[in-house]
Every structure is written in C-alpha cells, then in structure tokens.
C-alpha cells in the first residue's frame, strides 16, 4: 500500500507550474486541457477571467503595507488596492472584489472574510513567516491557496532577538528613559554579561539557528530545543539539541523561535517556569501567544524570571494597561522583528512574486495549504496529471445513476521505488475527476482531499512495482469504482468494480483498458464506448453514421476477448454528438450497449 511521499523544497526554490485551480471559478487559474483539432498542443496554464472578459486584470487587496518593489510587480500584472488598517467588517465587503489578498500581521483572516469572499479569493499572502492570522482550515475548506514569504525576513528577526538581548542584559531601554527624565542612575543600571551564560533556543528553524550562530560569536554557550530540527545541522555550528525540560533547566537565557500553534500555545506557563533556573531572562520575538503572559508577569514578581524582552504579545496591539508591557523590567518593541528597510523589500518582493505566481496558474513553492512539489517533478509528472483527471472523469462517468461512489482505489503501476513517486497531485487530479462532474464543488489541489473527505468520498492507493528501468514515473494508472452499478456494464471488470486504466504514449494520455476490455484511445476530446458482437463492418458502420452527422472522429480503437465474440469499440471524437447520433448508433443491431463520454 503505498501513500504519497512528501517533498520538501528548499525556501529558495524557484515558483512551480501547477495546474490545479478550477475552472469553474471565476477568474481563476486553470489547467487547460489540449483539445484534438487536428494537431496536438501541450498542455497549458491559463487565466480564465469571466463576467468581465479575458483582457481584465485580477484584483489584489494589499491590507498593510507593502514595500514598493513588490508593490511595482504586483501592478505589472494586477489591479492593486491598497487599503490599510481596514475593520474586519470593511475587509469582508471589499474581499468579494478581490483574487487575492496581501497581509502582515496586523490583518486576521478570518473564515468570514473567505465566506464574504463568495468563491473570488484564489489566494492570500502573507507578507512574512507567522501565518497564525490566517484561517488555515476554512482557506482550504474554500480552495484558497495561501502563500507567505519565509526567508525574507529571517535575519531581521533574528538581529533584533539578538539586540533585545544584549539591550535587557544592559538595561538599555530602561536606562535610556531614566537619563532623558533628568536622572543618572548608574548603580540601578548595573547589568549581567553574556559571555559564558547558556542561551535556550527554543525552535531551531531559521530564526532561531541565525540567532544561534551569532549568540555563539557573543561566546555565549547556546542548546537548542527543537522536536524537529536534524541534529547534525545544530551540531554543524556547534549546537546541542536537548529535550524541552534540560533545556529550561539550563538556560540562563531562553530565546523563543518556534510558531504558534495549538501545540505550542502558552508553552511557557506556571508549571514550565517552575522548571527553570531562578533568574533567567526570556526573549520572544516569535509570538505572544506562545508565552501565558499572565504566568510571566507572576514569574517576574517572584523573582523566577529576572528579565523578560518581548517583541510580540498575545493581543497586538497589547492593552494600555497591560502589566506585563508596563513591569520595570521588561523591555518590549511594537512587533518590530521583520521591520528593516532590507527585510521588508525582500518579503515585499518575494509575497509579490508568489500571488502573481499563483493567480498565473503556477503554484508558490511557498504554498502553505498545499503540497510543494520540485519543478522537475511537476514536469515529468505533467502528462500524468492530465491522465489522471481524465480517469477520474471517465469512470464517475460509467456510474449508474443512483449508485453513490464511496469507494475508489487507484492503483498505480511503475518501476520507481515507492519514495520516488509522489502521488499527491495525481491523487488531487483524480479526485476533481471524479467529483467535478456530478457536483457544483469546485476542486483544486488545495481542497481535493478535504473535499473528498467532506463528501464521504474514500481514496486508497496502491503501488504496483514494476521490473525494468524507471525512465518514466509511471506505466500506468488505473481508477476502480467498488459498490457501484455501471450504465455500461462492460466497464465492470472481472472482480466487480468500475475499471478504467490508462497509460501516456508519445506525452498523450490514452485510455488503454475499460473493464475488462483492451482498448487505445487518445484522451482528447470526448468518447464513445460501444460494447457489440465483434463481427466486420461495425467500425465502418458506427463511423459513417459519425460522418453523416458531421462529428469528426479523431480515434477509433476496438478491444476484444476473443475474435467474433464480445468486444468494445472506443472512439474519440472532436464534438458531443447530437441526442439523435447517439440514438442512431443504439440502433445498430449488433451493437448491445453504449455509453457516449465527456472529458
Ligand atoms: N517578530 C517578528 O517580526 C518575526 C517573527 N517571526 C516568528 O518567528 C518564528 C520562527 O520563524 P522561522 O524561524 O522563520 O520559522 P521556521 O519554520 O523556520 O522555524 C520554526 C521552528 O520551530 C520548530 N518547532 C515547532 N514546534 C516546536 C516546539 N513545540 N518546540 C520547539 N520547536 C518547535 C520547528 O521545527 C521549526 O524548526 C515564527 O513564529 C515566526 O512567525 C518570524 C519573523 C519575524
Ligand atoms: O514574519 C513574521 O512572522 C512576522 O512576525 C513579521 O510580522 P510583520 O510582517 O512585520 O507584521
């Protein structure tokens, strides 16, 4: 049984083609399907602009600002407004309006603003790491892809948690407000050193190991906590990964640098800072939210915590009267981390290139509710991801009406070690075959699983491993529809399930196996499965009435069990034949059943 391996790209990878946004979205990105007119194109990324035609520009809303260089590019390609410090009522009225949305984090993107959004929003960016002010669950739930920009800003964090260090262990803005009130304390302001005290790391991902790196060129001893970060990379600059507990127990200094999330909300409380050293100093420039601030400022007042320097606060901004902002020692900063000349351009520019990416139909390797699959892959991958939603599409198809589809299993056939396969697109695409065309849903590659999962609709895949050389990703895939009736029964193969396979010839998908049957018809265009009595003449037959009616045959390919047996005829043709061609072709006496096919 095989499931998808997860790819992982490195930040900087450069923007990916995908294909996955729907086409019955209103200007939307979609995959364009080639169609057979005579001559093959390949497939294509498109723009689909409706309601006010092909020529008109997406909408993006910036909400907070933006540099200009990534304000420059957005406009190359878009309409851009720029409203800042909207009401979450006013964001909800000017959201229907919008493909996109460019945010800081200053700006909740709420499940209201994606409901009010009424199906326009494609994608939201986040002009920087933190995405905890977006909805993750309903941006999905509502096929919004959402983008941040994850490197831009990391050593601008990462400096100013290194400057509130060095400023709290010297009371420097403390000092500095007591000098300007007329006052010269000096023996008030006496601080401690950092040379030789231990630094906590809590969360080793890029802010945290550049903090790191430069705590160690303050000759500060620095361990890191972090369930996920390799050790070898804390090793390679001289870091020791150690559990949660030893770390706070260590750390005269604790450093915080790990996301906001349900698991590491209010990690430091009462009971973790009864774990730590009397007297230690906390920095957060990660999030408010992962500090019980009401816990901190009882750890300040016994004496557990000396020092506390915070950058950002469970409300932002916090209350006016908040004791934990106003406790003499505290040193605190508006959320200023990412605030550098230098950091704000780069996220400006790097968000700008991601949402122009994705309203293009190319999907951010910065996508955060989607899986990020390396170019190359993608590329191979490409005709498959066609074949794929065309089964998907054939065999909801063969469904007798009134058979609710549960089940489906699709198998995939190829000589690559199950690792070297990643089946999360395929699985996307196979699942908008399969439900696009008996619903209103639309399904992209954000919302195919949920969407699958919503409507009851199970996926298993399997992996069936092939000798000889793994040249091409896959031999074949095949979509099998259990517990169902078929309108074409010869679709039903032999273990009782709806059965479509297919194969790419030449960058062609083909359907090459319905049921039980052999077949070989490129997927362009739309079909007809005949199954007859295989005797002469019914190629000639079937298409002389095709011609009559002036639908252009583009394939005709004929599968049999045995000669003068049963076999099924496919034919692919150009255009959807006419209620009374299809009645024409019924009535050919050795023809049993037939099922006429949209891709
Ligand atoms: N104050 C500011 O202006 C800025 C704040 N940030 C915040 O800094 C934080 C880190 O950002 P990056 O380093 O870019 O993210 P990152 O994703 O590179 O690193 C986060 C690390 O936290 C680790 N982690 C997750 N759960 C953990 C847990 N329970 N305990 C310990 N570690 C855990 C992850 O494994 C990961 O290595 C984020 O919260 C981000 O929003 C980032 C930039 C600017
Ligand atoms: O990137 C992050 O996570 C930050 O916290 C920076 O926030 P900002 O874009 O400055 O509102």
Not at 140 to 158: K, R
Request: glycine share 8%.
């Amino acid at each position: 049984m095989a499931t998808s391996a997860s790819s992982s790209v490195s930040p900087r990878q450069p923007s990916l083609k995908l294909s996955l946004l729907s086409s019955k979205q209103s200007l939307s990105p979609v995959f364009s399907v080639p169609f057979n007119h005579g001559k093959r194109s390949l497939p294509r990324f498109v723009i689909v602009a409706s309601g006010s035609g092909l020529s008109s520009k997406p909408t993006v809303l910036v909400a907070e600002k933006l540099g200009e260089a990534g304000l420059g590019l957005l406009k190359e390609f878009a309409n851009v407004d720029c409203s800042y410090n909207l009401t979450p009522e006013e964001l909800c009225t000017k959201i229907s309006l919008c493909d996109a949305l460019i945010v800081r984090s200053g700006t909740k993107v709420s499940r209201e603003v994606f409901e009010s959004s009424a199906g326009r929003l494609k994608v939201v960016g986040r002009a920087g790491v933190g995405i905890d002010n977006v909805d993750l669950a309903a941006a999905t739930e509502f096929g919004c892809l959402v983008v941040n920009a994850p490197t831009a800003n990391t050593v601008a964090a990462a400096e100013h948690g290194i400057a509130l260090l060095a400023a709290m262990a010297r009371n420097v803005a403390q000092a500095d407000a007591s000098v300007k009130a007329g006052k010269w304390q000096r023996n008030k302001y006496v601080g401690v050193s950092l040379v030789g005290k231990t630094l906590a790391v809590m969360g080793f991902g890029k802010v945290g190991s550049e903090v790191a790196r430069r705590a160690k060129g303050l000759g500060m001893h620095v361990i890191a906590h972090d369930p996920y970060a390799p050790a070898d990379r804390a090793r390679a600059i001289g870091v020791d990964l150690v559990g949660f507990d030893e770390a706070l127990a260590r750390a005269d200094f604790v450093s915080l640098h790990m996301p906001l999330t349900p698991s590491t909300s209010k990690m430091l409380n009462d009971e973790t800072f009864a774990k730590m050293k009397k007297g230690v100093r906390i920095i957060n420039v990660a999030r408010g939210g992962v500090i019980d601030e009401d816990a901190l400022v009882r750890a300040l007042d016994s004496g557990i915590v000396a020092q506390a320097a915070l950058d950002v606060f469970t409300v932002e901004p916090p209350p006016q009267d908040s004791k934990l902002v106003r406790h003499e020692r505290v040193t605190v900063t508006p959320h200023l981390g990412a605030s550098t000349m230098e950091a704000q351009e780069g996220v400006a520019i790097e968000i700008a290139e991601a949402v122009v990416g994705a309203l293009k139909g190319e999907l951010a390797a910065t996508a955060v509710n989607a899986p990020m699959v390396p170019a190359e892959v993608l590329t191979e991958l490409k005709p498959f991801v066609e074949l794929a939603e065309k089964l998907g599409r054939l065999a909801v198809q063969l469904v007798a009406g009134g058979s609710g589809v549960k089940t489906v299993k699709v198998t995939y056939a190829s000589s690559r070690a199950p690792d070297d396969l990643d089946t999360r697109l395929l699985r996307a695409m196979i699942t908008k075959g399969l439900i696009e065309p008996i619903s209103s849903v639309f399904v992209n590659l954000v919302n195919a699983d949920y969407t699958a999962k919503q409507r009851g609709l199970r996926i298993t895949e399997e992996r069936i491993l092939l000798d000889g050389s793994p040249e091409n990703p896959l031999e074949f895939i095949q979509v099998q529809i259990a517990n169902v009736e078929s309108k074409f029964a010869s679709a039903i193969s032999e273990s009782g399930e709806i059965k479509v396979e297919g194969r790419v010839k030449d960058g062609v998908p083909h359907l090459t196996k319905v049921g039980s049957f052999e077949v070989d018809v490129s997927l362009e265009g739309s079909i007809i499965l005949c199954r007859q009595v295989d005797q002469p003449g019914m190629i000639g037959q079937v298409g002389s009435i095709l011609g009559e009616e002036n639908v252009n045959v583009s394939f005709m390919s004929v599968g049999r069990i045995a000669p003068r047996k049963h076999a099924v005829m496919a034919i692919g043709v150009d255009d959807q034949p006419s209620k009374q061609t299809l009645k024409r072709i019924g009535e050919v006496p050795a023809i049993e059943e037939f099922v006429f096919l949209k891709l």
